[in-house]
């Protein structure tokens, strides 16, 4: 059952759009579980309807005829009840209903079970029989393990059909309906789709139109040439290795490269106006269905085969692209299914309005580098039709989290209104550059500026920034193909410090592990984030912890403005170790005359161990900074980077601010000042709580530091206290966020937290 459970998945899977998966699904599900009939009914969200979309057993004319509204029908009542129905025989049921189109009178057993995808139902997977016996109950787990798989895959079908698929076919409508991803940094952009994607990832090449036929022909002929030629090579190294019946593999690869097939296909969807890349993506995928819809096992296996070979041309390709930079509209919204740094940084800054990712979350990085940017971003849009939007028009709501495809008249109208709004805001936004960030009762919170590439240090100092709070020197160990040298390292944080100085500027030790990797020092691990990351790797390699601390000391030569802070802290040991090598970096130093001051240091309270022992650890250094993107995703036990879990990460949950809370009050009775440098800080809504909560200073990305000043000089620390106490009440992350939407409301504030003024 389960290879049977697998080929299904597989087969769905790849399937080109909605409609040939659910033809799949019927096909194969009738055949394995031996029943008369199969058939998918899709929830129409628009109309409230389910749909016979599939059917093997019913009549084919009635697919798209029969419609039963939300609760109607036996298909009502699975969807309703949200779990499997089995009856011995249907049409003795109350809520049984009777299509003559359908031709159905003549099955009595039935079993449905829902198609629920992130708690939402998709539709209803339904088989039927001549006899009047319940299923057995290993048939009902055999379905329901099938609907619950199936679900994921269905839905990025309909997504990746979906802009022509079912709702744009019924109705016309699809385009006012959005994708809902997590939101990844606020404001609205309206733009052009720009589909980015790495050299392998051959399944999210986007269709796009060739600019010149016969130029993709002839790349395409020459990525052939070039396959052949390594493979060729690649046989002749084997030859003398491999037996030859082990050496069959790469002849295979000659054979399909070689034969009309593969090439020849390809070659006509470029005629027909694809670029290579898409028709090469295009064939493949048809190829590994057919090989996949094979009954005998090693033939299947060849599918994979295909898609290596994919690969391979693919690669070559992509590497035969011309180096002239590539064009990207006046508006350009970045996506594909993972956005990374360096696809970012291609994109000219005047164009970039906008990014979309399927994967990822809030607190991804590359969600943090759109904040600091300015750029709006969704991140975890799991129904991102990536192959299918490139050169379409997108609408970006960061605010929300929804992205529009091809937006409607209305939808579009809606938006560009809200981006006059958005306009008008920054603008008073701008204003307060110059202001103080004081509140109205007078509690002055400095606001600090989070960064990590020499480039934002600019639109920092312009954002009217007191100093940078978080200065994350991981991003230039993560550009480079090895550890940067001392010197190298010294003029980086050198510049930064030059920058800013008098104003305070704080540099984090290498905070690698978890989710920044460095291309030249894998490491492989189980549990990435709850590994070896951050201070351990430190404390592990002295040799290049105390590189970056002298050159750290060395950068801050006849400056005073540097502080040190230290990511990840778990325990006094760590600290206390730390300190020791600093403090031997820096008599080092000054043995060897160089004129330096013992900078002030910091502990980062990241993990749950550090609330507790807040005191402890304040009594050892000269401030504490709260990284609430990782204290959230360890309190809480949920990956910061994990879509799928992306409702559950919330800030806002009442433990973790109970436990900022007790931070904070620690800190205080050890006359620590403390800080908060995570992406709370830079929440509007959040920075009331924080001043309640009496925080000394806030760090965060540019972009969003005017909108906290805003809340700071309306908000008296007095009122700030009072929305605290209540805040704390609630028992859900969701009520403190309406809760403190409202206070923002009242307090003639929304537009920080909603599209519009
Ligand atoms: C944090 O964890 O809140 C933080 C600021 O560090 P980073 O996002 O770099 O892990
Ligand atoms: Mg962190």
New binding site residues.
Partial sequence: MLNTLRRIIQEVTVAKDLDQALEVIVLRVKKAMDVDVCSVYMTDKVQNENVLMATDGLNDEAVGMVRLKKNQGLIGLVGKREEPVNLADAPVHPCYQYFPESGEERYHAFLGVPIIHHRELQGVLVVQRHSKKHFSEDKVTFLVTIAAQLAGAIAHAEASGGIDGLHSRAQGARSAVPLQGQPGAPGVAIGTAVVNFTATNLEVVPDRAADDIKAEVSLFKKAIKDVRKDIQSMLKRMTEVLPAEERALFDAYLLMLEGAGISDEVIRRIKQGNWAAGALRETIAEHMRAFDAMEDDYLRERAEDVRDLGRRILEKLRSQEPPKPKKFPVRTVLAGDEITASMLAEVPVKRLVGVVSRRGSQ?SHVA?LARAMGVSAVMGVDELPVSHIDGRSIIVDGYTGRIFINPSRTVRGEFKHLLREEAELSKELHELREKPAITPDNVGIPLYI?SGLLADVRPSLKSGAEGIG?Y?TEFPFMVRDRFPGEDEQCKIYRQVLKAFSPAPVTLRTL?IG?DKMLPYFPIEEDNPFLGWRGIRISLDHPEIFLVQLRAMLRASAGLSNMNLLL?MINSVAEVDDALRLLRRAYHELIDAGVNINMPHVGV?I?VPSAVYQVRELARRVNFISV?????TQYLLAVDRNNARVADLYDSLHPAVLRALQQTVDGAKDEKTPVGV???MAGDPAVAILLLGMGVDNLSMSAANLPRVKWVIRTFTQRKARMLLKEALTFESAHLVRHFLNSALEDAGLGGLVRAGR
């Fill in positions: 607190t943090i989070n978080l994350r905070d978890g990511p980062m990241e990284g609430t993107n990782d204290l440098c995570g992406e």
